[in-house]
C-alpha cells in the first residue's frame, strides 16, 4: 500500500516505531473494530482508534445522546442533545479522521443480530453498561471465536480484560452467571467520576491496538483492577474456567439468547 | 572507494525531521532482507539522525557521503524486518 503524503503526516509517529512502521500502519487501516455502547467507553475507545487510522469503526447504540451524559462521554457535545449516540459519535469521529470509514448503527444488540454485526470485523470491544450485553457479548465472541476487550466503570474503580477465545479466559469463566438485579448498584448509586472512561476507554483503545499490530502483550487471562482513589492498578489473574458454560470443555451455552434482567440502566 | 549498487532510491531532499526518517524508514520497509536503500538528502541533521535511528532498528548502514556543497547520500542494507 502506498501512503498518501497526508497518511505519512498523520500517521509519521506510529511508522517511527519500529513495533509498528508502515507494516503496522497499513493493518490498522485495514482493520474493522466493532464498538457496541457510544458512551462512557466507546467514545474514548472509538475517538482513540480513530486518531489511530483503524480503517472501519462501527459504533452500536440505541440510546440519544442526554446532559447528563456529557460529563464523561467526550464525544458528544451540548448541541447534540437528542441525537443518536451512534450518530453523534460518528460525526465527532470522521471530523478527527476522514480515513476511518464510521459506521453508526442506532440499534439495540440482541441474540438475532450480534453475529452478524460481528463476524466480519476484527476486534470488537464493549463499552455497554449492562450486564445482558455484557453476556451477550461475551459469548456471541466466544461463538464466533472474536477478540474481546471489555471494559466496565463504577464510580471510581474500573476494570478492563481482553478475552481471546479459546485461548484465554472469558467473561464467564469469571462470573459464570449475572449478578441478581439487586445486587447491581441502584440508579441513585451509580455516580462514575468524570476522568475514569477515559482511563478506562484509553487502556481498552491500546489493547486494541495491539491485538491488530500483533506486538505486546494484552490482558489475556488477566484483568486488570483501576481504583482512582487510591490511584492504584491491580493486575489480577483470571483462570480459564475448564467447567464455563461457554468456552468450557463440555459447554452448555451453544447458541445465544437474549437476557433480559430488572436492572437500572445508567447509560455509563 | 567500493561502489555499491542500491535496489531503491529515495530522494527526500527538502524535507526535515522527522519525515526524513519516516520516508527513509518506509523505503527500508518495502525492501527484501540484503537489499540496500540509497537516501539522498539536504538536511543536514538528518546525515546523523537517520544512521543513528537505522541502527537502532538492527539496519546496517555502509557510507554516508557529501556528494556536493548541501546534498548528502546515506546507504543502508536491509538487515531486519
Ligand atoms: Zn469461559
Not at chain 1, 483492577?225 to 493486575?235: E, N, Q
Amino acid at each position: 500500500m502506498d501512503f498518501t503524503d497526508d497518511q505519512i503526516h498523520r500517521y509519521s509517529r506510529h511508522i517511527i516505531l519500529p513495533e509498528v512502521g508502515g507494516k503496522g500502519q497499513e493493518r490498522l487501516l485495514s482493520s474493522r473494530v466493532v464498538i457496541v455502547g457510544a458512551g462512557g467507553l466507546g467514545c474514548p475507545v472509538g475517538y482513540y482508534l480513530t486518531a489511530a487510522g483503524v480503517g472501519t469503526i462501527v459504533m452500536i447504540d440505541n440510546d440519544n445522546v442526554e446532559l447528563s451524559n456529557l460529563q464523561r462521554q467526550i464525544a458528544h457535545n451540548t448541541e447534540r442533545v437528542g441525537m443518536p449516540k451512534a450518530e453523534s459519535a460518528k460525526k465527532t469521529f470522521q471530523a478527527l479522521n476522514p480515513d476511518v470509514k464510521v459506521i453508526a448503527l442506532n440499534e439495540k444488540i440482541t441474540k438475532d443480530n450480534i453475529i452478524g454485526l460481528i463476524e466480519d470485523c476484527d476486534v470488537v470491544v464493549d463499552g455497554s453498561d449492562n450486564f445482558p450485553t455484557r453476556y451477550l457479548v461475551n459469548d456471541a465472541c466466544v461463538l464466533v471465536g472474536k477478540p474481546l476487550v471489555s471494559g466496565a466503570i463504577l464510580r471510581f474503580e474500573g476494570q478492563v480484560t481482553t478475552i481471546i477465545p479459546r485461548q484465554g479466559h472469558c467473561y464467564r469463566c469469571l462470573f459464570e452467571e449475572m449478578p441478581p438485579a439487586g445486587l447491581v448498584p441502584s440508579c441513585q448509586e451509580a455516580g462514575v467520576l468524570g476522568a475514569l472512561p477515559g482511563i478506562i476507554g484509553g487502556l481498552q483503545a491500546m489493547e486494541v491496538l495491539k491485538l491488530i499490530i500483533g506486538k505486546g502483550d494484552v490482558l489475556q487471562n488477566r484483568m486488570l483492577i483501576y481504583d482512582a482513589l487510591k490511584v492504584s492498578f491491580r493486575k489480577v489473574k483470571v483462570p480459564k474456567n475448564p467447567k464455563c458454560p461457554v468456552c468450557g470443555e463440555n459447554p452448555t451455552i451453544t447458541e445465544l439468547q437474549d437476557y433480559e434482567a430488572d436492572y437500572c440502566r445508567m447509560n455509563f | 572507494m567500493e561502489q555499491i549498487k542500491p535496489d531503491k532510491k529515495v530522494d527526500i531532499r527538502g524535507l526535515v525531521c522527522p519525515y526524513t526518517f519516516v520516508r527513509s524508514k518506509l523505503a527500508i520497509e518495502s525492501l527484501e532482507l540484503g537489499q540496500v536503500l540509497e537516501i539522498l538528502l539536504d538536511y543536514k541533521d538528518a546525515t546523523e539522525n537517520i544512521p543513528k535511528s537505522m541502527q537502532d532498528h538492527g539496519q546496517k548502514v555502509l557510507k554516508v557521503e557529501k556528494i556536493n556543497d548541501r546534498e548528502w547520500i546515506i546507504v543502508v542494507r536491509k538487515e531486519k524486518e
